[in-house]
């Protein structure tokens, strides 16, 4: 045959042969036979091959297999396996190439006062869970609080938290003429509900609470199990700075809910760096002063904050003064 021929003849032979199978090797625990596969696929839980000589589809456990000894004579394999294997992709961290991409993961930098303290507004909004709702009545008991003034407190916290509102109180909405019209149903009193406690010597010693107060303790509490975040540093600063009978039931929750105290100092710490370096910067000249004002009152509000924990048993008045001065800086009004 000319060489031209052959070599043509060759090339057609070679277009017709199948592609080559990918291979594994599988060995099960406890037994040394090794058996060659064409692989086909896997999950989490098995590897689907076949025998090369045969049709039919055949499916193992991984657990049955000698897991170690796949894994170092099917580097391959193994690695498809630990993609697998691996947690979903939206609970890894995002990778500093993807946040360049994500314009939601890129903070807005701060130029001159204004942006610095709007910024800093935003960043303490973050939703704070507030304290664990355990024995609510010793609590109150032990700093000479009303419960009905602590729910009082706890629910103020919630709408001071929210930036459009006001720590006074909500007007009311006009009642329409029908209404006002109506005569006024006496409400009537509700019965309180008599728990039992033992006492030192083992006797039992009957206790009661208004079921208002168990209705919100029940709904607090369910909230906090469920990870709800209805508070944020700005309801805090709020409420502090009202001080009185308004501010002790929310320095009370405070001083109760370390990782609440941990978000708000971070925030405010991350920002007196941040004001700290701006007032240096000279596109930022025209409003250095108001930056270091307001980096002297996150300075000052981050010394008494820090000051309040379970170690701390009075409210001192530098606290009020001190979330009043910062709040005086930030643009709520």
Same mark, same amino acid.
């Given at each position: ?74 580097? %391959?394999?193994?690695?498809?396996? /630990?993609? =697998?294997?691996?947690?979903?992709? #939206? &609970?890894? @961290?995002?990778?500093? *190439?993807? !946040? ?40 109150? %008991?032990?700093?000479?609080?009303? /419960?009905? =003034?602590?729910?009082?407190?706890? #629910? &103020?916290? @919630?709408?001071?938290? *929210?930036? !459009? ?48 107060? =168990? ?119």
């Amino acid at each position: 045959m000319h060489p031209v021929r052959f070599l043509v003849a060759a090339l057609l032979c070679l277009t017709c042969l199948p592609a080559l199978a990918e291979t594994v090797q599988l060995r099960k625990a406890g037994n040394a036979t090794v058996v060659t596969f064409e692989y086909i696929t896997q999950d989490e839980t098995t590897i689907m091959v076949k025998l090369a000589d045969k049709d039919a589809l055949i499916s193992y456990k991984w657990e049955d297999l000698d897991q170690d000894w796949v894994k170092k004579n099917n580097p %391959k394999i193994w690695a498809e396996r /630990e993609l =697998l294997m691996a947690p979903p992709s #939206e &609970d890894k @961290k995002m990778s500093k *190439k993807d !946040a360049e991409v994500d314009p939601f993961a890129v903070e807005m930098t701060a130029v001159d006062y204004k942006t610095l303290v709007k910024n800093c507004t935003i960043a303490l909004q973050e939703g704070l869970k507030g304290m664990p709702i355990e024995k609510i009545e010793i609590v109150c %008991k032990e700093f000479q609080l009303e /419960e009905a =003034l602590f729910w009082t407190g706890y #629910e &103020d916290l @919630k709408k001071a938290s *929210k930036i !459009a509102s006001k720590t006074e109180a909500i007007a009311k909405v006009e009642t329409p003429m029908e209404e006002k019209e109506k005569p006024e149903k006496t409400a009537k009193p509700r019965k309180t509900v008599a728990t039992a406690a033992k006492t030192k010597g083992g006797e039992t010693k009957a206790s009661s609470r208004n079921p208002d107060n =168990l209705e919100k303790e029940t709904a607090a509490k369910k909230d906090f199990a469920e990870d709800a975040k209805p508070f944020n540093a700005i309801g805090y600063l709020r409420m502090l700075a009202e001080g009185g009978t308004k501010g002790k039931p929310v320095w009370m929750m405070l001083r109760r809910s370390s990782e609440d105290r941990k978000i708000i100092l971070t925030a405010m710490r991350k920002y007196e760096t941040i004001a700290g370096e701006l007032a240096e910067k000279p596109e930022a000249k025209a409003s250095k002063g108001e930056i270091l004002v307001f980096k002297k009152a996150l300075g000052i509000a981050i010394e008494s904050i820090e000051k309040v924990s379970r170690d701390t048993s009075t409210l001192e008045a530098r606290l009020q003064s001190d979330c009043r001065t910062l709040l005086n800086q930030l643009p709520l009004r």
